[in-house]
Each structure stands twice: as structure tokens, then as C-alpha cells.
């Protein structure tokens, strides 16, 4: 089986980038056919709105005969144009979605299963000796806000966010056996996936890029490939346990070529399973 990796497609603030006479749904599927992929993995920010979130996977899978595996980033949790002040409640809609792997372990075979949940913010990447957690939970300081502030309304803290969603996905994982795991989460959940720091600005906003309580999950479960997105830039690095992938297509003024049939063709990454 081919599987193939993509994240924070970002369709509303990229499409522009869209031929004349097609559509992003149309243009990733011809990706799709032309690398042979048999199973998509999303790793969420399709948009910032969650209705047009699902409306574009309803769309794909009339494109591609491909199966789609899909979990919501931050980004598909706004709802400024719906009005929506409930977080939890769009984060229950994309639960009962067919593409959604939340709280529902997708079974490949008898050897591999995809586990995933969209992760939060737990802090653990960002400078916790200069900032204090209050810092964190503003969500604000000195040159601007992290955007979640105004738009994600859970209703309880961001680690208590965090710790909710690892706990989903530790009760996913007890559903699989004793499968191999391709991990997807939106939020990084590595070191060498955030900013390096010291950084003038990313020792505080690395508090919003992923959480390092995750990395628990290689100490005790079978993790074989880890698929994240958020942090908009692309790398793969290998060890001798695992395959840590970002493939974030991102937003157009930062690609290379402003072609997006070309960039999504460079973004995306592939990789087989027996």
C-alpha cells in the first residue's frame, strides 16, 4: 500500500493559487493518480472554517477513489463566519465525519493501524524560564497574539486541552492491538519539529506549536511513522525506531514555485506498508 502525507493545504488563503476552471479538491486529486496513492493521511488545516473543512473533503473523495484519513488542526476549528462558540461541538462534528480518525482508529491490515488526534498545546517547547505559564495562557505578549485566542473557545486551559487529546489517543491506541502505528497529529510532537531556540520570537510562540508530553507515546507504544503538520515548514527525519514526517504545503508567498500543482507535488510525501 502507498500512503501518502500532506497537511495545512490552507485552501482559503491559498486559492488564488488555483488554476482557472479547477478546484483545489480537483487539483490535489490529480496528485493523488499521478504518485499512485492508495490511502491519504490529512493532517489538518484544510481551512479556517470548519464547514468549508468538510465540505472540501466531501468534494475530494468525489474526485479520487483514494481513501482519505483526515484530523482537524487549529485552523478547521475557527468558525468566524458561523458563529459557532463551542469548540467541543465542531471538534463532535468532525468526530462523526466518515475521513475522521478522531476517537476511531483506522485498521490497514493485520500488521498496521493509523491512530491520531489533532493534538494541543501543552508549553513544553517554548521558554519556560523566561515566561511563566500566565504568559502562555494569554495566548499574547509584546509583538502580537496567537490567533487560537480569538477564535478556539474549549471552555477549559490549553494543557488541559493537551492532556484531554493525549488521552484519546492513548485509549486509541489500547483499540489496535498489537498493529504497528502510523501516529497523525496536527501539533509537533518532537523536538527538531519546533523552532530551535533561543529565538527572539519563539521562545514564547513555541508554546503554540506542539506539545512535548507527546513524545511519550514513542517510549510505550509501537510508533512507526509520526505525521504532523501546524509548524508550515517541511522535513522528514528518520531514527532507528521511527519516521517523524511534516508536509505542510503552508501558505503560497512562502513556496518556492507559486504553481500549486507543482508544490503540492513537492510537499507531499509518500511511503509504502505491506
Aim: aromatic letters at 14%; one cysteine or more; glycine letters at 6%.
Amino acid at each position: 500500500m502507498k500512503i501518502g502525507v500532506i497537511s495545512d493545504i490552507h485552501i482559503d488563503s491559498n486559492k488564488k493559487a488555483i488554476p482557472a476552471g479547477s478546484t483545489f479538491a480537483k487539483t490535489l486529486a490529480k496528485q493523488l493518480h499521478q504518485k499512485d496513492v492508495d490511502l491519504l493521511l490529512l493532517a489538518g488545516d484544510i481551512s479556517s472554517d470548519y464547514h468549508l473543512s468538510q465540505s472540501f473533503m466531501d468534494k475530494l473523495k468525489e474526485e479520487t477513489t483514494c481513501r482519505v484519513l483526515f484530523i482537524p488542526g487549529n485552523h478547521d476549528f475557527w468558525s468566524r463566519k458561523n458563529g459557532e462558540e463551542d469548540t467541543k461541538k465542531i471538534y463532535d462534528f468532525f468526530k462523526q465525519q466518515p475521513e475522521s480518525i478522531l476517537e476511531k482508529p483506522y485498521i490497514i491490515n493485520d500488521k498496521w493501524a493509523v491512530v491520531g488526534n489533532s493534538g494541543w498545546y501543552d508549553y513544553g517547547y517554548a521558554d519556560d524560564e523566561q515566561y511563566t505559564k500566565e504568559d502562555f495562557d494569554r495566548m499574547k505578549y509584546r509583538i502580537g497574539a496567537w490567533n487560537d485566542k480569538y477564535y478556539v473557545h474549549w471552555g477549559k486551559e490549553n494543557q488541559e486541552v493537551a492532556q484531554w487529546m493525549l488521552d484519546k489517543i492513548e485509549e486509541d491506541m489500547e483499540k489496535i492491538g498489537d498493529r504497528n502505528v502510523i501516529l497523525m497529529t496536527h501539533i509537533a510532537t518532537h523536538p527538531q519539529f519546533v523552532v530551535p531556540l533561543p529565538s527572539r520570537t519563539y521562545d514564547y510562540f513555541n508554546a503554540f506549536l506542539g506539545s512535548s508530553s507527546y513524545e511519550w507515546l514513542y517510549q510505550k507504544y509501537p510508533i512507526k511513522y509520526s505525521i504532523m503538520g501546524h509548524v508550515h515548514f517541511r522535513k522528514t527525519l528518520r531514527d532507528e525506531e521511527r519516521t517523524y514526517i511534516s508536509a505542510c504545503l503552508g501558505n503560497k508567498k512562502h513556496w518556492r514555485r507559486k504553481d500549486i500543482e507543482t508544490e503540492i507535488a513537492r510537499t507531499m510525501v509518500t511511503f509504502e506498508i505491506d
